[in-house]
């Protein structure tokens, strides 16, 4: 099908004589006309980028609806805006279908189209114009038809993710029917699951399928797909009944959403196809983080943390692959798990494997809880400095010059700093179980 939007694009380039950008209605490139002659000023910053990236940026996303084109039924201009990067002037070309915009077609106008008439309010159109519009209708209804069928895998697959161990095997056997007769994928090829954190779910009258390779059906999840809520107090059943489950068991109550992309593997070891697309979506409008809460170990920033109110940006996880569909509830928790830890742990990401993890793979696994009583008077706000120094000494295997170089301070204030920890918290970094305690305690909190 992905043909058939190139062979469209191309007639209306041919039609008009200016090279022409299909993009999604989240500004995923879906196909281009080539671009012809000498002057590289057509190529401005904005094409370039959406060509090079298959996605323009929210910040274009945001500049290019200011004009209305969510709303347009008809051709609008565009001026070119150099500050923004816009070169040229464009045409934007709505592409509709039933009264639903699934995306736009733009014209990059090299002066040639300055006089072309659009149309509207009486006036007839170019019969370029027309013939551009028709096109686009034909689009429009492709579009709808994808939009359709990911919204009907988006559904079957949701099923098989939040399914319990009675009704996985048949909520795995209609995701399979429907990947046969939709996508032609036999089921039985190599899989995997891949978990960006947070989505925006908020947009639910179109699946969240953009044209990526490999990308066979992805489903948002609201309110996490399972996370535990941090956040928020837990009842004492929750700590009983085990919060976090992998093989079934139920986790707490979510509160972060995420999105659920399923991805066609060339092995079930080759998660290369997984990291493109995570990679991808990451890029996305709906793709973001959310302020961190106050209380925990800051966010880090390269390998060391930043501080307590920096934002938390989005992160990926890669499950492991799998050829069972019915596995895929358990790939779904260990990509979950990944992406928990590559947003608490920068250094893991933006996208990180689950078996890459390390530590975490452990910790995420844990219910539910809050923060031991001996650790919760570091994880205040008022004491961020010694919870960095604390989780960076710890990280360096106690190591005090290792330590002091990568925090940039003087050994003596490091040993200042780290007797005020024990004085805060009554543990002894001596002791191997104190420390063990204050390390997994420090990590937790970050998830």
Not at 192 to 209: G, K, Q, R
Not at 366 to 374: E, G, S
Not at 378 to 406: N, V
């Amino acid at each position: 099908m992905r043909g058939d939007y190139q062979q469209l694009v191309d007639e209306i380039s041919a039609a008009l004589g200016a090279p022409a950008t299909l993009e999604d209605r989240d500004f995923g490139l879906i196909a281009f006309g080539a671009h012809e002659g000498e002057d590289d000023e057509v190529m401005d910053p904005v094409r370039t980028r959406s060509i090079l990236q298959r996605r323009s940026s929210a910040a274009v996303r945001a500049w290019f609806e200011a004009f209305g084109i969510a709303r347009a039924k008809s051709p609008l201009r565009i001026p070119p805006d150099p500050a923004a990067g816009v070169f040229r002037g464009r045409i934007c070309l709505p592409v509709r279908h039933r009264g639903i915009v699934h995306g736009y077609v733009w014209l990059l106008d090299d002066g040639h189209l300055s006089d072309l008439a659009l149309g509207g309010q009486g006036a007839p159109a170019d019969p370029r114009i027309a013939q551009a519009m028709e096109t686009a209708a034909r689009i429009g209804a492709l579009l709808a038809d994808e939009a359709r069928a990911g919204t009907e895998l988006a559904d079957l697959l949701r099923e098989l993710l939040v399914s319990g161990p009675a009704g996985r095997p048949a909520a795995a056997a209609a995701l399979g029917d429907a990947l046969r007769d939709t996508l032609r994928f036999t089921p039985g090829g190599p899989l995997t699951l891949v978990a960006v954190l947070p989505w925006d779910t908020s947009d639910t009258d179109t699946a969240p399928l953009p044209g990526l390779p490999g990308l066979l059906a992805a489903c948002g999840l609201p309110a996490g797909g399972g996370l535990p809520d941090t956040t928020a107090p837990q009842p004492p059943e929750a700590a009983d009944t085990g919060a976090h489950h992998r093989a079934g068991r139920p986790r707490a109550a979510a509160a972060v959403p995420a999105l659920a992309a399923l991805v066609r593997l060339r092995s079930t070891g080759a998660l290369a196809p997984a990291r493109t697309v995570a990679e991808h979506l990451l890029r996305s409008p709906r793709a973001g983080g959310a302020p961190a809460a106050e209380g925990r170990p800051p966010a880090r920033s390269g390998s060391r943390t930043a501080g307590s109110a920096a934002p938390r940006p989005g992160a990926a996880g890669i499950g492991s692959g799998t050829s069972e569909l019915a596995e895929l509830t358990t790939t779904w928790q260990e990509a979950l798990d990944a992406a928990r830890a590559a947003r608490a742990e920068p250094r893991l990401g933006p996208v990180a494997q689950w078996d890459a993890i390390g530590s975490y793979r452990l910790l995420t696994g844990l219910p539910a809880a809050a923060p031991d009583p001996a650790v919760g008077p570091l994880l205040a706000p008022a004491h961020t400095e010694l919870a960095r120094t604390a989780e960076a000494f710890l990280d360096c295997a106690g190591q005090a010059s290792r330590t002091a170089q990568l925090l940039g301070i003087h050994r003596q204030t490091l040993y200042y700093r780290l007797g005020r920890v024990e004085k805060l918290t009554g543990l002894h970094l001596d002791d191997g179980e104190d420390r063990l305690l204050l390390h997994m305690a420090l990590k937790a909190a970050r998830l």
